[in-house]
């Protein structure tokens, strides 16, 4: 199985600054359509997870443009531009090339 | 807008049997592909299966392989979700997920494997 590996696992970041969290695949993301399906999740105290970015950069719908995913092979990030309180939570990266689809441990972000 | 809502969950004892429903809205559920996900503490997130739109195509996770049976019925809109031989380490939450790589998620239905 393909494994993700995130890390900080705890990102206490204070208000209005930028966060970054790095995400790394043990095989490279590239489906045979030439796609790279790696996703970011946000998953906030007490709710579902969201989807927030699909195939490393492309938000979904409703996602705050300070959002935003890079990467490629098998390095990849979600940055946030500038850290608000509703960003508090837990982000999941995902792999969607190689089944199992697997996910990466979590990062909880926090307000410093 | 999308919703979809689970149902189903519950306690039962290892070895038993449960099976959760997943009723869709807001989109044309024939179209999508639908997963099943869980989430425990300790595991974290697992993707436990998918279905295509025809059920065409049926993938599991090598955990609940032989054990869960992924179904769907397009005039009712729904998923499910048949689960034997349940264990212990199945004890999480289960959420219904649109597509394989989850664009939309439902709220999940808690379900504790424990004797």
């Known amino acids: 199985d393909v494994v993700m590996t995130q890390s900080p696992l705890s990102l206490p970041v204070t208000l209005g600054q930028p966060a970054s969290i790095s995400c790394r695949s043990s095989?490279?993301?590239?489906?045979?359509?030439?796609?790279?399906?790696l996703n970011w999740f946000q998953q906030r105290p007490g709710q579902s997870p969201r989807r927030l970015i699909y195939?490393?950069?492309n938000r979904d719908s409703g996602v705050p443009d300070r959002f935003s995913g890079s990467g490629s092979g098998t390095d990849f990030t979600l940055k946030i531009s500038r850290v608000e309180a509703e960003d508090v939570g837990v982000y999941y990266c995902m792999q969607g090339t190689h089944w199992p689809y697997t996910f990466g441990q979590g990062t909880k972000l926090e307000i410093k | 807008e999308v919703q979809l809502v689970e149902s189903g969950g519950g306690s039962v004892q290892p070895g038993g049997s449960l099976r959760l429903s997943c009723a869709a809205s807001g989109f044309t559920f024939s179209s999508y592909t639908m997963s099943w996900v869980r989430q425990t503490p300790g595991k974290g997130l697992e993707l436990v299966s998918y279905i295509y739109s025809s059920s065409g195509t049926i993938k599991y996770a090598d955990s609940v392989k032989g054990r869960f049976t992924i179904s769907r019925d397009n005039a009712k809109n729904s998923l499910y979700l048949q689960m034997n031989s349940l264990r212990a380490e199945d004890t999480a939450v289960y959420y219904c997920?649109?597509?394989?790589?989850?664009?939309?998620w439902g709220q999940g239905t808690l379900v504790t494997v424990s004797s």
């Open positions: 997920a649109r597509e394989a790589r989850l664009a939309y």
């Open positions: 095989q490279g993301l590239v489906y045979s359509d030439g796609d790279t399906y």
């Open positions: 195939k490393v950069s």
